[in-house]
């Protein structure tokens, strides 16, 4: 046994070591790389000006035009260098290609006097190669801060004010917006600027280099976008790095035989009895209905936004546009998902701390109460705030009380303080119910790392504080991606862990020391690659090729544990089915069908974050890929495959604890058929839309260059409606027969509750 300063119940303090190390390692780099950005960062003139010095737009119009752009949400309806939604065009992409057939067309009628389509093969060499010479021409002044426009530029510029006028015009044409969204001429004007810089870093050749401020990004070789040697180079050494680093710990697993969720010795006594919950479990409950109500709610919406991409003009004859616009309801789509499932941790949390505290302390119900009214306020207002926001209802105050316009953190300054502030009052109350815990030796160690991992929650979601609308958009994506990633992608995981792992330990079936291990084992293979791997999403977003050499290397790391998430799933079935050693007879598992919904989280770990997320993240199909349908079909199946089962798992075994074995008799019926609704309809979507229409747009990417995939050229298609309407079966069986009995069964336990207090 591994033993500690003497102590029986201690691990080896390599443990504690390894993963100290990984953590300062891991964030060193990444501090370092985040540090770059400042410098990568494509830079904001203050002034863009025509060759013969005429004052095109000034460096306020590009903030102002950001500042536009945030406050129309408009990152909830289409992308800027691949990030954000998928309703509207890539806006640098669409930007860039329409200067090219501008500038196309100007060089054709000043070269040869004639139209570009009249000029025969040779003559369109000659043309393209000028257009590209002149655009890749980096004429930027660090000095003066003045960025020179080619003439076919300003006027592209000029005659784009009305392009973009246009696309604001009406739902058919922008996926889903109001008639008439944005009418005002001088945003209009400033918006255009904000897309026409964003277009110059993806073509402009970064100082020192043949390649853009974007790598390259979007891939349009009319131009010479095209991907560098770095992204080739890069995407292959980092399957080597997958290799290695999945024969390093496949040996070790097969070398020291008690690594994973190993039982040894004979079956404990359970200390968590279904049915002898203390007050503030009770209290739990109904934070695990609402967390079932706004799943539902979530889901809802999703269906709207399949629909808005499938019939974009009609809701079923009505023009949803008008009341519910595409951006609003995708902004509740994933806002509604961070916060069922962030809120079923947050409940997970409060169940299993006065278990393992051993006591329940002195008005805990009367926290989690308090909790629960504060979190009420902060969902209710920011999804209302989000909704008066994009109709302009706030004026100066937008970004305060309304939609902050950044896709993941949509919701306004004011809610997002007030979400960190409930956030330290949870730490706060978690700190209480397992302070006796960190007084006994045996369970000291399990009890300081709960308390560490929900740290981590509150402590890494304060880069959400660290920009505003006018910073540098790359400096902000960097960011972004901090919270997105290290939160909900890293220290969130982690905190699920040591929460089964203090399941598991409760229910008499592993010992403290095999809880404590597992912890610091998928703490360290998590966050070896996890944290590095947080600058995948930096590629294209005006960072330099070291962040890209960093991320791809590291970011392969992040599937390793995910493929020993297969072994974790044969320990969950012996644990569930385990034997008591003294009587011989099988002990029977009152959280069974909690296990089920952890062996669901081994399959879509592995399959949404391990292949999908593998697949995307490696720097050459990414380059091809960002803000295709591969990005959905990667996020539905990883972030509710894993993170999502993972919250089920936690409302499932908070259900069954405060229920007795008749009470759970009926709800057990409506979570078996949520279990198998669920997990089908999940699959449904995948298998029917997300992969195979992501594969498609793939292939028009290739074709026909970026801009094209996504354009309405290509998303009015026939046979793309088509795919998206055989998405409906899969949410039908998702909401229907997933969802809904999973309300039920919530709600069917809260009255036996509230009849019982």
Not at 445 to 465: H, V
Request: glycine fraction near 10%; hydrophobic fraction near 50%; aromatic fraction near 14%.
């Amino acid at each position: 046994m591994e033993t500690r300063e003497g102590s029986a119940y201690a691990v080896s303090p390599w443990w504690r070591h390894g993963l100290l190390w990984t953590v300062v390692v891991g964030m060193s780099v990444l501090v370092f790389i985040s540090g770059r950005a400042y410098k990568d960062a494509p830079p904001i003139p203050e002034g863009v000006v025509s060759e013969t010095g005429e004052m095109v737009f000034t460096g306020k119009d590009i903030s102002g035009g950001q500042e536009v752009f945030l406050k129309y949400a408009l990152m909830e309806n289409g992308t800027i260098w691949g990030h954000g939604a998928y309703l509207g065009p890539d806006f640098s992409a669409e930007y860039l290609h329409t200067l090219i057939l501008d500038a196309g067309s100007m060089t054709a009628e000043r070269l040869y006097k004639r139209n570009y389509q009249e000029l025969n093969e040779t003559q369109r060499d000659a043309v393209n190669a000028e257009v590209q010479r002149k655009l890749r021409e980096n004429r930027y002044e660090p000095k003066t801060r003045t960025l020179i426009f080619t003439g076919s530029e300003a006027l592209s510029f000029k005659s784009q004010i009305t392009k973009w006028r246009n696309y604001f015009s009406g739902p058919t044409l922008n996926g889903g917006l109001p008639i008439k969204y944005i009418d005002d001429q001088e945003e209009i004007r400033k918006l255009t600027a904000f897309f026409a810089w964003t277009a110059w870093a993806s073509v402009a050749s970064r100082p020192g280099e043949s390649h853009s401020y974007t790598n390259n990004f979007p891939y349009e070789p009319m131009v010479g976008n095209t991907p560098t040697g770095e992204t080739i180079l890069w995407s292959m050494l980092s399957i080597i790095m997958l290799l290695g680093g999945t024969a390093l710990v496949l040996f070790a697993f097969g070398k020291f035989d008690y690594l994973g969720w190993k039982r040894e010795g004979e079956i404990a006594s359970p200390i968590m009895i279904p049915g002898s919950a203390t007050p503030s479990q009770i209290a739990t409950i109904k934070l695990f209905v609402v967390v079932a109500l706004l799943f539902l709610t979530q889901t809802l919406v999703g269906g709207a936004i399949a629909h808005f991409r499938a019939e974009p003009g009609s809701f079923y004859g009505i023009d949803l546009s008008w009341y519910l616009p595409s951006n609003i309801l995708r902004t509740w789509h994933l806002q509604l998902a961070i916060f069922w499932i962030a809120t079923s941790y947050v409940a997970g949390g409060l169940l299993l701390a006065p278990t393992l505290g051993g006591s329940e302390p002195k008005r805990q119900a009367m926290g989690v109460h308090l909790l629960f009214g504060a979190f009420v306020i902060v969902v209710a207002g920011s999804l209302l705030g989000e909704f008066l926001g994009i109709r302009q209802q706030f004026g100066d105050l937008w970004s305060w009380l309304g939609h902050q316009g950044w896709e993941y953190l949509d919701l306004g300054r004011v809610w997002q303080v007030l979400l960190t502030l409930g956030l330290v009052f949870w730490l706060y109350l978690l700190y209480r119910a397992l302070a006796p815990a960190r007084k006994d030796m045996e369970r000291r160690e399990i009890a300081t790392l709960f308390m560490l991992a929900a740290a981590a929650i509150p402590f890494f979601y304060l880069p959400a504080f660290f920009f505003d609308g006018v910073s540098n958009y790359a400096v902000v994506d960097m960011w972004r991606f901090w919270i997105i990633h290290l939160w909900v992608e890293g220290f969130f995981e982690i905190f699920v862990t040591v929460l089964v792992a203090v399941l598991f330990y409760q229910l008499g079936l592993v010992s403290v020391q095999t809880a404590v291990r597992v912890i610091y084992l998928d703490a360290i293979l998590f966050l070896s690659g996890g944290i590095i791997g947080t600058a995948h999403h930096w590629y294209w977003t005006g960072q330099s090729s070291i962040a890209m050499a960093f991320a791809a290397m590291y970011s392969a790391l992040e599937v390793v544990p995910l493929t020993l998430l297969t072994l974790d799933a044969g320990d969950f079935i012996k644990l569930g089915g385990a034997r008591c050693d003294v009587c011989g007879k099988s002990v029977d598992n009152p959280h069974k069908w909690a296990f089920y919904f952890l062996l669901a989280v081994g399959f879509w770990n592995f399959v949404g974050a391990g292949i999908f997320g593998f697949l995307i993240n490696l720097p050459i199909v990414s380059y091809f890929e960002a803000g295709t349908m591969l990005t959905p079909n990667h996020g539905h199946s990883a972030l509710m495959g894993a993170f999502g089962m993972l919250g089920i798992a936690l409302m499932i075994i908070g259900l069954r604890q405060v229920s007795t074995d008749e009470q759970w008799e009926k709800p057990e019926k409506y979570v078996r058929v949520s279990f198998w609704g669920l997990n089908v309809g999940l699959a449904l979507m995948v298998v029917s839309n997300l992969f195979p229409g992501g594969i498609l747009q793939l292939r028009d990417v290739l074709n026909n260059g970026y801009w094209h995939a996504r354009n309405l050229s290509y998303l009015n298609q026939g046979f793309v409606r088509m795919i998206e309407w055989l998405r409906m079966p899969g949410d039908v069986v998702f909401i229907g027969l997933g969802v809904v009995p999973l309300l039920v069964a919530a709600a069917m336990v809260y009255r036996n509750v509230r009849a019982t207090s």
